[in-house]
T-cell receptor
Framework: KQEVTQIPAALSVPEGENLVLNCSFTDSAIYNLQWFRQDPGKGLTSLLLIQSSQREQTSGRLNASLDKSSGRSTLYIAASQPGDSATYLCAVSLYGNKLVFGAGTILRVKS | SQTIHQWPATLVQPVGSPLSLECTVEGTSNPNLYWYRQAAGRGLQLLFYSVGIGQISSEVPQNLSASRPQDRQFILSSKKLLLSDSGFYLC??????????FGPGTRLTVL
């Protein structure tokens, strides 16, 4: 059974700091991995999608890497801003359909 | 561009009452559709997914059912709600087995 773990559970940093969120999964036979952002009481916003054949994806200040063999992914956020405060969720896709989610990392960026 | 709608946004229902949540997608054809539930302390869990009209796969045994009467419409139902059905219900779509995009969600409280 695929399990996804995210570390840390919560993170508080000063504005401007670079930070790394970690995601690990138990079964390396994934189809793809997706990082999401969720604001309180809202739906999920897709940030980055990494196919199983890819090593990393970048969008603006965000960079996500994937090491399938070791079952790990990291989300790097450069020059953090208060507007980045949210819950970040990692999810792996099995057979291209089912997403298995981690519990998330709650990020707070202090101004 | 594609958009996904869910309604109602919030719902308060008594135990034993019926439920109908609706999700519609615009701007795409033959999407894969998904229902997830986010319960406090339990993370996001896939409930149902559909790859076409009338084709529903259930992921967990429960008090809920899903239907897809039209290509871009996905409905989550229950005949009699339980307290444990409370949570945040999210609908998502994807083109094939690729990146999933989520709706704004429905907050259900069962009293």
């Amino acid at each position: 059974k695929q399990e996804v773990t995210q570390i840390p559970a919560a993170l508080s940093v000063p504005e401007g700091e670079n930070l790394v969120l970690n995601c690990s999964f138990t079964d390396s036979a994934i189809y793809n991995l997706q990082w999401f952002r969720q604001d309180p009481g809202k739906g999920l916003t897709s940030l980055l999608l990494i196919q199983s054949s890819q090593r990393e994806q970048t969008s603006g200040r965000l960079n996500a890497s994937l090491d399938k063999s070791s079952g790990r992914s990291t989300l790097y956020i450069a020059a953090s801003q208060p507007g980045d405060s949210a819950t970040y969720l990692c999810a792996v896709s099995l057979y291209g359909n089912k997403l298995v989610f981690g519990a998330g990392t709650i990020l707070r960026v202090k101004s | 561009s594609q958009t996904i709608h869910q309604w109602p946004a919030t719902l308060v229902q008594p135990v034993g009452s019926p439920l109908s949540l609706e999700c519609t997608v615009e701007g795409t054809s033959n999407p894969n559709l998904y229902w997830y539930r986010q319960a406090a302390g339990r993370g996001l869990q896939l409930l149902f997914y559909s790859v076409g009209i009338g084709q529903i796969s259930s992921e967990v045994p429960q008090n809920l059912s899903a239907s897809r009467p039209q290509d871009r419409q996905f409905i989550l139902s229950s005949k009699k709600l339980l307290l444990s059905d409370s949570g945040f219900y999210l609908c998502a779509w994807s083109a094939g087995g690729h990146e999933q995009f989520f709706g704004p969600g429905t907050r259900l409280t069962v009293l």
